[in-house]
């Protein structure tokens, strides 16, 4: 079993930053990737940032390259997002996510081939 606990998240204005962490415990980190999906009310979860265990390398949706950045700490077990240049449209509920798999797979955007998932944490940004 992995628990994942989110922290970070709130309320900013537009153009503003925020960093979410999300801390797991219970396995370890090696050989997961972990991503962050957000959902905003009315919407389907999406896919936002992923690390890539299996390649070292990360991913994102198009409309946050550039002002998202995903990076884990092995040691600490933690993976985080900086999110830079927020806009009113990145207003949703962020959820971490986990899933053991050493090797490569493309269908880290997929929210249903996560296993575990954090509580989510509020992102707020007023215009």
């Known amino acids: 079993q992995v628990q994942l606990v989110q922290s970070g998240g709130g309320l900013v204005q537009a153009g503003g930053s925020l960093r979410l962490s999300c801390a797991a415990s219970?396995?370890?980190?090696?050989?997961?990737?972990m991503g962050w999906f957000r959902q905003a009310p009315g919407q389907e979860r999406e896919f936002v940032a992923v690390?890539?265990?299996?390649?070292?390398?990360?991913g994102y949706v198009d409309s946050v390259k550039g002002r998202f950045t995903i990076s884990r700490d092995n040691a600490k077990n933690t993976v985080y997002l900086q999110m830079n240049s927020l806009k009113p449209e990145d207003t949703a509920v962020y959820y971490c996510a986990a899933e053991f798999r050493p090797r490569y797979s493309s269908l880290y955007s997929v929210s249903h081939e996560y296993t575990y998932w954090g509580q989510g944490t509020q992102v707020i940004v007023s215009s």
């Open positions: 219970g396995r370890t980190f090696g050989g997961y990737d």
């Open positions: 690390s890539i265990w299996s390649r070292g390398s990360p």
